[in-house]
Each structure stands twice: as C-alpha cells, then as structure tokens.
C-alpha cells in the first residue's frame, strides 16, 4: 500500500480554500504561505476524502501561530513603527514588505541531459516566472539526440547550449561562461519554479552587497509512490523555513572543515544563485564532480564550501521556493542514495586535497558522519525494523564506504583532464573574452572587536555599513524611549543590511517589539493577537458534508468467531443488530467447530446474518475466514462473549474517516464483577485501556528504542475495526495463525497484528469512546487458565518478533524486562505482602517458561491443521475456503 500525500499551497492573504477530491490519499501537506512568503508546512489528514479549510486554519493557528507571528514583526519593522500604543488589528493586516529596488539581469541555467519529460514542465514554469530582466539559458550536456534542442526552439526566449564534455559541472560552467546576467540562478530538470523565485532571490543579493550566494526552500512537487514518500521521509531537500546567513571568519582562523563542512544544510543544487562575479574570484565547479563522473554527487556541495572558504556570505533564503520532482520508482531512489554516499565523502577527498588547512577537520567530519549517520542507522536496523528500509540504509553506506576507500575523487579528476585535452579549455561561446581571474590572498586578521550601537524602531531602518570592522554588533533596541531590549548579531566582520537587522531583532526580541509600557507583557499581546486571529483569517463554506463524517454508503462487515458457545452468541448478535447506524452492515459469524451443530440454529434466528464453517481449529483461523469472507470496506472484529451498546459500532469506525489512520481500537469493560475470579481478572488486567485518547503510528513504535514495543497497551482484536485493504497489504497481510486462542501459545495475535500495523509505518487509533462490555470468566479454573495463556503467547509473540521479523528488542524483554518483573513481583508478595499471590505468579512463570515449547506445538498444529483442511476439501467434505498462508519458518 502506498502511503500517498497531496502536496498543495495555502495562501492565508485569501480564504483558505476545502480541498475536495482527496480519495485515496492519506494526507495532506501544505505549504502556508501570506502574500507569496512561504512560512510554514503542515500536514493533515484526510477526511473522507477532503481537507476542510477550517481545519487547515485551526492546525495554522495551533501549532504554527509563532511562524505567522514572525513573519508579521518582519514586515511591521519594514517600517518605522508607531510611537504610541500598537493596534494589534492594525498589526496583522500589515502590508507585504514594498520593494522599489533595481531588478539587475538574472541568468537562469537549466543543465540537462536526454530528458525533454521533465525538461517541458520545467520551461513551462520558467515562463511563468514574474521578473522583468529574464535570460534563460538551457545546457545540453553532452547529448545522445538533438530532442532537447528541439524542444528549447519552441520557446523563442529561451537560449540553447551544447556542452559536449560529459558532467554536470562541466554543463554549470558552460553556463557561466555564458550568461549574460549579473546573477547566476541555477536550477534542475526535475523541478518546477515558482512564479516569484528569481524575485525572492534577486533582493536578497540587491539588499545584501556582501552576499555571493543565495540557497533556497525546495519542497516535494508531489508525493504519489513509495519512493517518494521514503524520500521525504529520509529528510527530502527542505531547509526550513527560516532565513539564515553563513560566514567563516578565515582572516582570524575559523575552523572550517568540522564546522562548515557538513555542506548539506546550506541547500540543494537544484535550487542556488550566485553573483557572477564569484567565479572569477574563487573558480568555477570542480567537473571532477557531481553526475556524470565517477564521484556521482558532490558538486553543489562543494561550491557551497567553496563560497565560505574563501571569505565569503551565503544565505539561505526560504521564500526562494521551488518544487523538486522526487524519483517515482524505488530503484532509482536506491541508486540515488548510493550516489549520495559517494559523492559526499568524494566532496570531503577534494577539500582536503585543497584546503590543508581544514584536513584535521574534515576528517573528524568524515568519521563523524559514517559514525554517526551511517553506521548508527544501519545497526539500529539490525537490531530493530524501521521505518525507512534497511537496503537503502544499507546503500547509503555502501556509497559511503565507496567513496571513502574507492579513490573516486582521484579517479575522477585524471577522467576531467583527459576529458579537458580531448575537447580543449572551456571557453565562452558568445562572450570570447571572459576568463577567471587568480584568487585573492587571505587578509590581515581584525581584532576580535564588539560595538554597541542603539537603535530606535520609530525610525527608518538603517544598513549598517560600517560593521565590516567588528567581529559583533550589540544593538540596543529602543522604541517610544523605552528599551525594548539588546540584540547580539555576530556579523564576522561583515556589513550588515536592514533585512538582516530584522530578522535578528524579530528572532531575538519576537513580541517584545510591540511594547510600548511596563503594563503590558509579550505573552499577553500573544494571547491577544492569537485571539484576533481566529476572527481574522477567513475560510470558504465548509459545504453540505463537513470533514470528519465517516460517508453512510461505506459497508462495515462484522466478524465475530465463535466456538460452541450458543448463549454468549445469541446474546452478542442480539446486541449487534440493535445498532444504530445508516450504513449498510453485514454479520458474518465464522463456526469454529461446525461438527457439533451448536452454532447454525442460533444464527438461524438471526434474518441476514451470514454463517461461515471453519473447522481448522483456533480462533485466528476463524478471524481470518471471516475476514477473508468480509465484502466490506471496514471489518470489525469481536468475540462471542462480548456485548455492546447501540452506538458502538459508529464510534469505533468514526477515527477511520481519516485516510492516515489504518485500525481503530476501542475500551474493554466488565459486564459483571461478582465471583472470585471475576475480581481476581479485573486485579489483574480488566482489559480496558482508559478514557484517554490515543494516536499511535511508525514513529511511535520507533520511539522504543531499546525496550519491546507496548503493543499490549492498544486493547484487543476483540473491539477493533479495520480497514478491508490492511488485509491485502503485503507488509501486514492476515492475522497470524500460530498464535492465538485454540492453538497451543493461546493468546497474543491481536498484539502481533498491531506490531504488524505499526511496524509498516501506519497509524492506530484508540477510541475510549467504542467501549464493549466484556464476560469475564466466572470460575477460578478458567481465569487460570486464561492467565497461563497470557503468559505463554507473550513469549511467543516476542519469539516471533525476534526471528522472524529481526526485532532485537523482544529479547531485552523476555531476557531483561520481564525476569525482572517476576523478580519483583515475588519481592513484593514475600517482603511487602502485597501484589497478587504467589501461586498465579508462578503460574505466570510457568507459562513463560513454556512460551517456547508452546510456539513449536503451534507451529505442528497449523501445519497439521492446514494438511487436514486440504484433504477434506479435495475429497467435497469440506467447503473449499481459501488456505491461509503458512507461517514462516521461525
């Protein structure tokens, strides 16, 4: 099953609009933007097959109510602000910054190699681009047809280039030594611009002189397959959403390896600018890297560092938005993480190569990050199963490894010099006479000096042009004569713009702009602001449904196994046909011993409900019949001794109107507690799980990290719903036969399917209010006997963990965690007097001491109910039902 996302924008300057049309995705991921300026990314689920724009705006203001905040005060001190007291109404309609700055001519580059597909979406969006001093440049590197050629002739502004030596970073210098543009912006095939990109880039390097490169946000295009989604979920290309500057202090000795050397922070290739001008003072790309050689990556990377080794400022500008096609297909995303792996340690081989100065540094960095990122993550996959596959764990390593010990770096650059003498020198095509000029050399150092210098927000914000001869500037900020508070920017000895002076002050003080008297305290304009706000933003009509209605026409099929218990299932099936609901339901009960004839008169009475025979005997073998049965697109699973209220069957199937949320569990309580027994099993572990709400997924079930997972703690396939296609998944499948009542382990099915769930990254629910009433056991025998079922499957489904699915911890559990609490428990009894009576503490141990012994007769028992079940279904004694799979060998 792919977990399928819908990627869109929410433009919060309009009515946030309800986003119909979602069936079959599981959630939606927006990027909030206010007039054009990203600031935010959420994602919600899917509801019925829509996203309602309340919802939308009720997660905006919840969790992300700080960003809006930030980006206000950004554009409120655009502005000198109000001497008196601030209008907090007038203060969230405040304007988008003005720009009335020059617009200097941009070159945007588009290297690209065979790949018209990606490359006519890529043009069309080029030519939506808002900016009034546009050159558009194509690279063809060195191509095998002369398709893109004729692709780029249908765009009449759109230049051409063929560059014949074979490497990305050949085909980016090609573009340099041809632009025309003061402002090189650079972007891929696969990814599609957004409209004011060569905008939000342009001012960052108009407003910022000391500025040489500008890195933006790049964010999914769509996520529709599994490669995708996997993508993201290894961290996707997104930086944040929050600006940020980059500068090494190299005059005054700034380690630079170690510190500035993890390149991957600053951005992506697929989405950087540079001032022409930078090439001509540190070189241009090194071809030795990046796609198209050996080293396969590294390029972007190693500019990035480039940039900052030699003195100069990069920013990363999140308004700088682009969208990024993902690889659709796993292979390719395998290949490309091997790739990534060899062109990092490729990039860290260069620069040590060429900047002694930081070898030391890049080598701890190096086996910071094969320690840290790659071999940890790979242990933790031996020892755990994770969410994100352990082969392209595995192949980010192997990369790694590649570039570490397979000289890339150094094959690559004997292949660029025999590439350089079979093609000549680069040079311009259409500008002859460009040609790089030597480095400069390092300057004298500066005293580390501090200046303090004040600031008045009344007044028009300055640039500080003079900070270039102080390592910081301490700004005490002021307005209406009242002191605001202090703001340490450390600048490196370089200017610093007004939008910078903004960004700091608002990151540093936040609400404390807007005071204006003692009386009034940050929080409390927070609270204030957060309360207009609700007024403020606006939303299109919700419509006839609102989202979070589970649609009547949805078919829920009940399955409830029974073995020879006539009283128990007329009274559960008398409960479940007084249910109050609109949607179509079917009943199926599944007879787990037809040959006593028990069961066919009680279902006789019952009009419509539908009677399934499994003669394999063991409750999981009629669980999976019955689903297998099912034709709804929601089964329910219940027992035979389970009684329920009216509105149960809505409550527990309500949660799964949301597309991300795969199973819904519900509460267990006691019909009765009279006898011993009774008492003693509610003491015990009545079964319920509380009146708190709980959402659990993926994330959670990595959360245990050394420790098994609590899965007990999700209630029981005894109130539980589904949906119909968890069953088809491959990752999950049925319910596993070996454990369960009827068969020797006796119990632990329902928390080896929720492990199942979760382990394949999807989401359960527990819903307190889908609450059942529950027969407890009346006499002793049988609440041992239940006991020492308990026991038994609990080692079995931890053996199962183990062995079959790789799960290290299920043996921290039955080898530390729960000898230690028998331990206790018998502490307990014999030093405290309390706890439960040491005779069903040792039936517990008994029957953990038999966990193993009873899995291998559960085995025998399936394999020899199975063979049974075939025979008699050849020979016409048997309905011919489909055979469960046969578990793995353990």
Same mark, same amino acid.
């Given at each position: 099953?792919? #977990?399928?996302?819908?990627?869109?924008?929410?433009?919060?300057?309009?009515?946030?609009?309800? #986003?119909?049309?979602?069936?079959?995705?599981?959630?939606?991921?927006?990027?909030?933007?206010?007039?054009?300026?990203?600031?935010?990314?959420?994602? /919600?689920?899917?509801?019925?097959?829509?996203?309602? $724009?309340?919802?939308?705006?009720?997660?905006?203001?919840?969790?992300?109510?700080?960003?809006?905040?930030?980006?206000?005060?950004?554009?409120?001190?655009?502005?000198?602000?109000?001497?008196?007291?601030?209008?907090?109404?007038?203060?969230?309609?405040?304007?988008?910054?003005? &720009?009335?700055?020059?617009?200097?001519?941009?070159?945007?580059?588009?290297?690209?190699?065979?790949?018209?597909?990606?490359?006519?979406?890529?043009?069309?969006?080029?030519?939506?681009?808002?900016?009034?001093?546009?050159?558009?440049?194509?690279?063809?590197?060195?191509?095998?047809?002369?398709?893109?050629?004729? +692709?780029?002739?249908?765009?009449?502004?759109?230049?051409?280039?063929?560059?014949? =030596?074979? !490497?990305?970073?050949?085909?980016?210098?090609?573009?340099?030594?041809?632009?025309?543009?003061?402002?090189?912006?650079?972007?891929?095939?696969?990814?599609?611009?957004?409209?004011?990109?060569?905008?939000?880039?342009?001012?960052?390097?108009?407003?910022?002189?000391?500025?040489?490169?500008?890195?933006? +946000?790049?964010?999914?295009?769509?996520?529709?397959?599994?490669?995708?989604?996997?993508?993201? /979920?290894?961290?996707?290309? @997104?930086?944040?959403?929050?600006?940020?500057?980059?500068?090494?202090?190299?005059?005054? !000795?700034?380690?630079?390896?170690?510190?500035?050397?993890?390149?991957?922070?600053?951005?992506?290739?697929?989405?950087?600018?540079?001032?022409?001008?930078?090439?001509?003072?540190?070189?241009?790309?090194?071809?030795?890297?990046?796609?198209?050689?050996?080293?396969?990556?590294?390029?972007?990377?190693?500019?990035?560092?480039?940039?900052?080794?030699?003195?100069?400022?990069?920013?990363?500008?999140?308004?700088?938005?682009? =969208?990024?096609?993902?690889?659709?297909?796993?292979?390719?995303?395998?290949?490309?993480?091997?790739?990534?792996?060899? !062109?990092?340690?490729?990039?860290?081989?260069?620069?040590?190569?060429? &900047?002694?100065?930081?070898?030391?540094?890049?080598?701890?960095?190096?086996?910071?990050?094969?320690?840290?990122?790659?071999?940890?993550?790979?242990?933790?996959?031996?020892?755990?199963?994770?969410?994100?596959?352990?082969?392209?764990?595995?192949?980010?390593?192997?990369?790694?490894?590649?570039?570490?010990?397979?000289?890339?770096?150094?094959?690559?650059?004997?292949?660029?010099?025999?590439?350089?003498?079979?093609?000549?020198?680069?040079?311009? %095509?259409?500008?002859?006479?460009?040609?790089?000029?030597?480095?400069?050399?390092?300057?004298?150092?500066?005293?580390?000096?501090?200046?303090?210098?004040?600031?008045?927000?009344?007044?028009?914000?300055?640039?500080?042009?003079?900070?270039?001869?102080?390592?910081?500037?301490?700004?005490?900020?002021?307005?209406?004569?009242?002191?605001?508070?202090?703001?340490?920017?450390?600048?490196?000895?370089?200017?610093?713009?007004?939008?910078? /002076?903004?960004?700091?002050?608002?990151?540093? *003080?936040?609400?404390?702009?807007?005071?204006?008297?003692?009386?009034?305290?940050?929080?409390?304009?927070?609270?204030?602001?957060?309360?207009?706000?609700?007024?403020?933003?606006?939303?299109?009509?919700?419509?006839?449904?609102?989202?979070?209605?589970?649609?009547?026409?949805?078919?829920?099929?009940?399955?409830?196994?029974?073995?020879?218990?006539?009283?128990? /299932?007329?009274?559960?099936?008398?409960?479940?046909?007084?249910?109050?609901?609109?949607?179509?339901?079917?009943?199926?009960?599944?007879?787990?011993?037809?040959?006593?004839?028990?069961?066919?008169?009680?279902?006789?009475?019952?009009?419509?409900?539908?009677?399934?025979?499994?003669?394999?005997?063991?409750?999981? #073998?009629?669980?999976?019949?019955?689903?297998?049965?099912?034709? $709804?697109?929601?089964?329910?699973?219940?027992?035979?001794?389970?009684?329920?209220?009216?509105?149960?069957?809505?409550?527990?199937?309500?949660?799964?109107?949301?597309?991300?949320?795969?199973?819904?569990?519900?509460?267990?309580?006691?019909?009765?507690?009279?006898?011993?027994?009774?008492?003693?099993?509610?003491?015990?572990?009545?079964?319920?799980?509380?009146?708190?709400?709980?959402?659990?997924?993926?994330?959670?079930?990595?959360?245990?990290?050394?420790?098994?997972?609590?899965?007990?703690?999700? !209630?029981?396939?005894?109130?539980?719903?589904?949906?119909?296609?968890?069953?088809?998944?491959?990752?999950?499948?049925?319910?596993?036969?070996? *454990?369960?009542?009827?068969?020797?382990?006796?119990?632990?099915?329902?928390?080896?399917?929720?492990?199942?769930?979760?382990?394949?990254?999807?989401?359960?629910?527990?819903?307190?209010?889908?609450?059942?009433?529950?027969?407890?056991?009346?006499?002793?025998?049988?609440?041992?006997?239940?006991? &020492?079922?308990? @026991?038994?499957?609990?080692?079995?489904?931890?053996?199962?963990?183990?062995?079959?699915? $790789?799960?290290?911890?299920?043996?921290?559990? +039955?080898?530390?965690?729960?000898?230690?609490?028998?331990?206790?428990?018998?502490?307990?009894?014999? *030093?405290?007097?309390?706890?439960?009576?040491?005779?069903?503490?040792?039936?517990?141990?008994?029957?953990?001491?038999? $966990?193993?012994?009873?899995?291998?007769?559960?085995? =025998?028992?399936?394999?020899?109910?199975?063979?049974?079940?075939?025979?008699?279904?050849?020979?016409?004694?048997?309905?011919?039902?489909?055979?469960?799979? %046969?578990?793995?060998?353990?």
């Amino acid at each position: 099953m792919t #977990f399928r996302i819908k990627v869109q924008d929410v433009e919060l300057s309009r009515p946030i609009p309800n #986003f119909d049309g979602l069936e079959g995705y599981h959630q939606l991921q927006c990027t909030v933007r206010w007039h054009g300026t990203p600031i935010a990314s959420l994602r /919600l689920p899917v509801r019925s097959g829509r996203c309602s $724009g309340q919802d939308i705006l009720d997660t905006i203001l919840d969790k992300h109510f700080g960003a809006v905040i930030f980006y206000l005060l950004n554009q409120a001190l655009a502005s000198p602000l109000d001497s008196a007291k601030v209008d907090l109404e007038q203060f969230l309609n405040t304007p988008p910054i003005p &720009y009335d700055g020059p617009y200097p001519q941009v070159t945007v580059a588009v290297c690209t190699r065979d790949r018209t597909e990606h490359l006519k979406l890529c043009l069309e969006a080029l030519m939506q681009l808002d900016y009034p001093a546009l050159d558009v440049l194509i690279v063809d590197n060195a191509p095998q047809t002369d398709a893109t050629k004729r +692709l780029v002739e249908q765009y009449p502004s759109v230049r051409y280039v063929c560059e014949p =030596r074979p !490497g990305l970073d050949w085909a980016r210098n090609r573009a340099i030594l041809e632009a025309h543009g003061d402002l090189i912006a650079f972007t891929d095939d696969d990814v599609i611009v957004d409209a004011g990109w060569v905008k939000a880039l342009a001012r960052v390097f108009v407003e910022n002189s000391e500025v040489m490169c500008v890195t933006g +946000l790049t964010v999914p295009f769509e996520i529709e397959t599994e490669a995708q989604y996997l993508f993201e /979920l290894y961290g996707g290309f @997104s930086r944040g959403y929050e600006r940020k500057w980059f500068h090494i202090d190299r005059d005054n !000795g700034e380690e630079a390896g170690f510190s500035y050397g993890g390149a991957g922070r600053y951005g992506a290739g697929a989405n950087m600018a540079f001032r022409r001008s930078i090439f001509d003072q540190i070189g241009l790309f090194d071809p030795a890297l990046d796609v198209g050689t050996v080293t396969n990556g590294g390029g972007d990377l190693e500019i990035f560092f480039r940039v900052l080794k030699e003195g100069y400022t990069l920013v990363y500008e999140p308004s700088m938005l682009v =969208r990024h096609r993902h690889r659709r297909e796993y292979a390719p995303t395998h290949k490309q993480l091997l790739n990534n792996g060899i !062109g990092l340690y490729s990039y860290f081989a260069r620069e040590r190569q060429y &900047y002694p100065d930081a070898r030391k540094g890049f080598q701890k960095l190096g086996r910071y990050w094969l320690r840290w990122w790659n071999v940890r993550r790979y242990l933790i996959s031996l020892f755990r199963p994770t969410m994100f596959p352990r082969d392209l764990i595995w192949a980010e390593l192997k990369g790694s490894l590649i570039g570490i010990f397979g000289s890339r770096y150094q094959k690559a650059v004997r292949r660029a010099a025999e590439i350089e003498a079979q093609f000549g020198p680069q040079v311009s %095509e259409t500008i002859p006479d460009r040609e790089t000029r030597p480095r400069p050399q390092p300057q004298t150092g500066h005293n580390h000096q501090i200046t303090i210098r004040s600031l008045d927000l009344t007044q028009p914000m300055p640039d500080i042009t003079d900070a270039s001869e102080f390592a910081s500037v301490h700004l005490v900020v002021t307005a209406a004569n009242k002191m605001l508070g202090m703001v340490q920017i450390p600048n490196k000895y370089q200017p610093i713009s007004a939008m910078r /002076l903004r960004h700091e002050i608002v990151t540093q *003080l936040n609400m404390r702009v807007l005071v204006r008297d003692a009386r009034t305290a940050p929080d409390r304009l927070w609270t204030a602001l957060r309360a207009l706000a609700d007024t403020h933003f606006t939303v299109e009509d919700a419509g006839s449904r609102l989202s979070g209605e589970l649609p009547d026409h949805i078919m829920v099929s009940v399955v409830v196994a029974t073995y020879d218990r006539p009283d128990d /299932l007329e009274d559960c099936l008398r409960h479940l046909t007084r249910q109050q609901t609109r949607r179509p339901v079917e009943i199926i009960i599944v007879d787990n011993h037809p040959e006593s004839g028990l069961t066919p008169p009680v279902v006789a009475r019952f009009p419509g409900v539908i009677l399934v025979p499994e003669s394999r005997k063991g409750a999981t #073998f009629a669980r999976n019949a019955g689903i297998q049965a099912a034709r $709804g697109e929601i089964i329910v699973t219940t027992d035979d001794d389970i009684v329920m209220p009216e509105y149960w069957l809505e409550n527990l199937v309500a949660p799964l109107d949301r597309a991300d949320v795969m199973m819904v569990t519900g509460n267990f309580m006691p019909l009765e507690v009279r006898t011993p027994a009774q008492m003693a099993f509610a003491s015990y572990d009545n079964m319920g799980r509380g009146d708190k709400r709980l959402e659990v997924d993926g994330q959670w079930f990595e959360s245990f990290r050394r420790r098994a997972v609590t899965t007990w703690r999700l !209630g029981g396939t005894g109130n539980a719903a589904y949906r119909a296609s968890l069953f088809r998944d491959p990752k999950v499948g049925l319910m596993e036969e070996i *454990l369960g009542a009827g068969v020797p382990t006796g119990t632990g099915e329902d928390i080896y399917f929720f492990y199942k769930v979760l382990r394949a990254g999807y989401k359960i629910v527990y819903e307190p209010s889908a609450y059942v009433w529950h027969k407890y056991r009346p006499d002793m025998a049988a609440f041992k006997r239940q006991l &020492y079922n308990y @026991s038994k499957g609990h080692v079995a489904y931890h053996l199962i963990t183990v062995f079959r699915d $790789g799960d290290l911890r299920g043996l921290v559990q +039955l080898l530390y965690v729960l000898p230690r609490w028998r331990l206790q428990q018998v502490a307990g009894r014999l *030093l405290r007097r309390s706890g439960q009576p040491l005779g069903l503490t040792w039936l517990e141990i008994k029957g953990n001491l038999t $966990g193993p012994w009873s899995l291998w007769q559960a085995k =025998r028992h399936v394999r020899r109910e199975n063979r049974r079940h075939s025979l008699r279904t050849n020979d016409g004694s048997a309905p011919a039902a489909p055979l469960l799979p %046969e578990s793995e060998n353990i």
